[in-house]
């Protein structure tokens, strides 16, 4: 990593000598107003002449957040222009960006396939100190922002890094943790080069600190981080995965609170306890005739739960993850300027569209977790001034009002 980042440097001061001005080392670097740069933990990309430099807004007695991500543009590397707060932490309570939250080491990267401008950022929540070790995504359609938070969390949970051998999966799954509760000892040490934080953190995610982003001459992004060694993972263009992986976690969760579930499971768990202690009181020969009618009784019942319980599975069936994927895959190649596309887009995800004089609400084929639909408002002025006024045919929304007969 250390080489990584002096090569970045080295770099970076290359291209600074041959654009007019100085560099001078150890003294504060002044943007257009003369204010010192504020960008820790920062990285630059370049898009269309110009590059832009990314980075922590560190206030002056705290490390926590308390504006957000910082942008900076310029075009010799030397005389920079503030862009402001591309990246503003929430004033909401409980947001994973909470001011007060920790966020550091943003870098950007863009998209070609989506045209967005993507964000990933170490992220600790507030009040709990360095042990979330979330990475955080954001998105944003300019290079100056504003860019829009959309989540964050732990990387690959579930998944072993594939040059894993079969050995070294065996090795690691023998670890026991209790066995190194001293840290810093060799034998820690040893144990952490076999997959000790890999075990610990397999079905949470890997934690993930001090990243950074690259971009292959292919196209592929990579996402590069630290924990006790330098990982890395493919990023999707599409978040395909990620809406499938997070999907299949809801179903869990809806799985593990179905109470009506949990009761049969439960009755069907109590009858296969009375039934072995039948069995049970046979095998020591304390037999008696009651016990005939006693075990077809729980017989009886245990069928009767069996059913409930199939029956219930049926009524609220699990989405295999395939069809999920498959299904999300089918809009991936839509074309937005196709008019049976929309359609397709509107009767999927739109249930009611109310139209007002100024704006409408579209009321889509979804429900927050309160049970309401969700919603979202679309304001315009006029649909004549909505059309004279912009550069790229505004299709989903006309082809919404038209679904309403506008």
């Not at 989405?319 to 089918?330: A, N, Y």
Request: proline content about 3%; hydrophobic content about 40%.
């Amino acid at each position: 990593m250390k080489i990584f980042c002096n090569l970045i440097l080295f770099l970076f001061v290359c291209l600074c000598a041959n654009a007019k001005g100085d560099i001078k080392p150890g003294q504060i670097w002044p943007d257009n107003n003369g204010v010192h740069i504020n960008a820790h933990g920062g990285g630059v990309i370049y898009h269309k002449g110009k590059y832009y430099w990314y980075g922590e807004h560190k206030s002056e007695h705290t490390s926590n957040a308390l504006v957000g991500v910082m942008c900076y543009s310029s075009k010799n590397l030397i005389d920079w222009k503030n862009e402001g707060a591309v990246l503003k932490v929430s004033e909401e309570k409980g947001s994973d960006i909470e001011k007060g939250c920790i966020i550091e080491r943003p870098k950007v990267i863009y998209n070609e396939k989506t045209k967005k401008f993507v964000m990933w950022f170490h992220l600790e929540l507030k009040r709990r100190g360095y042990s979330a070790a979330r990475a955080g995504v954001a998105v944003s359609d300019s290079p100056t922002g504003p860019f829009t938070f959309i989540r964050s969390g732990r990387v690959n949970p579930g998944i072993l890094p594939f040059n894993m051998t079969d050995e070294q999966v065996a090795e690691m799954e023998a670890l026991k943790m209790d066995d190194y509760k001293e840290w810093w000892t060799p034998s820690w040490y040893k144990a952490i080069d076999k997959g000790l934080f890999v075990k610990r953190d397999l079905k949470g995610g890997q934690m993930s600190r001090d990243m950074t982003l690259y971009v292959d001459d292919d196209g592929k992004a990579y996402l590069f981080w630290g924990n006790k060694g330098l990982w890395y993972g493919e990023l999707n263009d599409d978040m395909i995965s990620q809406i499938t992986n997070r999907i299949m976690e809801i179903q869990d969760q809806d799985l593990a609170d179905n109470s009506a579930l949990n009761s049969y499971k439960a009755k069907l768990g109590d009858i296969k306890k009375k039934k072995a202690n039948i069995i049970k009181a046979i095998e020591n020969g304390l037999y008696s005739p009651e016990m005939n009618a006693r075990m077809d009784d729980l017989n009886a019942q245990e069928e009767e739960f069996l059913l409930k319980l199939e029956k219930e599975k049926i009524e609220k069936p699990l989405i295999p993850e395939q069809v999920i994927r498959s299904w999300l895959q089918s809009f991936r190649n839509g074309d937005i300027l196709d008019e049976d596309f929309c359609k397709k887009l509107i009767n999927t995800f739109v249930a009611e569209v109310v139209v007002f004089s100024d704006h409408a609400i579209v009321v889509c084929n979804a429900t927050e977790k309160s049970g309401n639909q969700c919603s979202f408002e679309l304001s315009f002025v006029n649909l004549k001034e909505l059309y004279s006024n912009t550069e790229k045919p505004l299709v989903f929304l006309p082809y919404i009002l038209l679904y309403v007969n506008i």
